[in-house]
């Protein structure tokens, strides 16, 4: 059974970098959401970053340890509750390299719209711009639970 630890930013931002392709700088100023597996080790993360709630944007990157099953429904449901329910953002928006199908075919599963970015990662690297609505989130088949999950607070 997985755990999720709130809290523990600066930990769990420092190990999604390094596992995330072009983040070699971190995230700067962050929340982020930890993966425990049932042995207490940090199997993946979730961090939302550049938020600006004027506009009800944020950004979310997330990493796990390979061969590690953990992107499970109730870990969607935390990370979105994080996004629209805890922060209100209205657009979340992911940026992926431009090869990476697996993680494309996921979001695109997951409802989210795509623009693809010429060179954002390198002359020869173009990225994908994945953007998730809350109106598109709240309709998805992902998101079973009607009510939003517990606060971080409430979960501690």
């Given at each position: ?23 070699e ?32 944007v ?30 209100g ?65 409430e979960?501690?």
């Amino acid at each position: 059974m997985l755990r999720f630890v709130y809290g523990k930013d600066e930990v769990v931002a420092t190990a999604v970098s390094r596992m995330v392709p072009n983040c070699e700088r971190g995230f700067g100023k962050c929340a982020a959401i930890g993966v425990i597996d049932e042995g207490g080790a940090l199997i993946a993360g979730i961090v939302f970053h550049n938020w600006q709630p004027w506009a009800g944007v944020i950004e979310l990157s997330a990493a796990a340890l390979p061969g590690k099953r953990w992107l499970t429904r109730e870990t969607i449901r935390c990370m979105y509750s994080y996004v629209f329910d805890r922060c209100g953002c209205q657009l979340v928006i992911s940026c992926v390299p431009a090869n990476d199908e697996r993680v494309l075919r996921q979001l695109a599963a997951g409802g989210y719209s795509f623009v693809r970015v010429p060179r954002l990662y390198g002359r020869e690297r173009d990225a994908v711009l994945c953007m998730l609505t809350e109106e598109d989130w709240r309709a998805n088949k992902f998101n079973a639970a009607k009510e939003p999950l517990a606060t971080e607070k409430e979960a501690a």
